[in-house]
């Protein structure tokens, strides 16, 4: 099990350009999930989509959209890269059953830097 | 906002006991208790959780008061590897709650 992988690990964009991070999970989790993490402080949660087809808002939406195409796969979009959304991305995910939905997998994370 | 209250910043020294303390006087019925902990700039990994029993697996121990305001995670015997941010989480177990990180404690282990 490769867990749960994002690409790319780092990305330098200037203001206005746009990409999208990819997060793959290869242990059948229906939720997923995508923080930011500033220097020195915890993760704040972006969006999270809780099965195929399915996404929704978290603390700090603004700037960003998501798509969850396929189970196994949740895509963070940023249309016109800001300064402000410089910061290191963490996907994760979690299973529905009561087993697993209590542990988050969190991938390794993709260094973002806006200029 | 993180309904939990942890210290900066805490020191332990290698093969003794860690004991974090994490306060969340606020706690609703409904809420357990999560450990989490982000080594250097990894993602961050599950450790442990509870609901008002203490528990215990291989990594830690988590003590709740009985009246459920305040915890403690132990690491029993803690090396150099175990230097990392701890965050203490309370999240109610219904639907998906997402996970809530405070700025947590950045624990040393020192040699």
């Known amino acids: 099990n490769a867990g749960v992988t994002q690409t790319p690990k780092f990305r330098v964009l200037k203001t206005g350009q746009s990409m999208t991070l990819l997060c793959a999970q290869d242990?059948?989790?229906?939720?997923m999930y995508w923080y930011r993490q500033d220097p020195g402080m915890g993760l704040r949660l972006i969006h999270y989509s809780v099965g195929e087809g399915t996404t929704a808002k978290g603390e700090v939406p603004d700037g960003y959209n998501v798509s969850r195409l396929k189970k196994q796969n949740f895509l963070l979009g940023l249309e016109s890269a800001a300064p402000s959304q410089t910061s290191v991305y963490f996907c994760?995910?979690?299973?529905?059953?009561?087993?697993?939905?209590?542990?988050?997998?969190f991938g390794p994370g993709t260094r973002l830097t806006v200029l | 906002d993180a309904k939990t209250t942890q210290p900066p910043s805490m020191d332990c020294a290698e093969g003794r006991a860690a004991n974090l303390p994490c306060n969340h006087s606020?706690?609703?019925?409904?809420?357990?208790v999560y450990w989490y902990r982000q080594i250097h700039s990894q993602g961050p990994q599950y450790i442990i959780h509870?609901?008002?029993n203490n528990e215990t697996n291989e990594m830690a121990s988590l003590i709740i008061t009985e009246d459920r305001k305040s915890s403690t995670l132990i690491l029993p015997h803690a090396t150099l590897r175990d230097t990392a941010v701890y965050y203490c989480?309370?999240?109610?177990?219904?639907?998906?709650?997402?996970?809530?990180f405070g700025k947590g404690t950045r624990l040393s282990v020192i040699a």
């Open positions: 606020t706690i609703s019925g409904n809420e357990y």
């Open positions: 989480i309370v999240r109610a177990y219904s639907g998906n709650t997402p996970l809530v």
């Open positions: 509870g609901l008002k």
């Open positions: 242990m059948n989790h229906e939720y």
């Open positions: 994760a995910s979690s299973g529905r059953d009561r087993l697993s939905y209590n542990e988050q997998f």
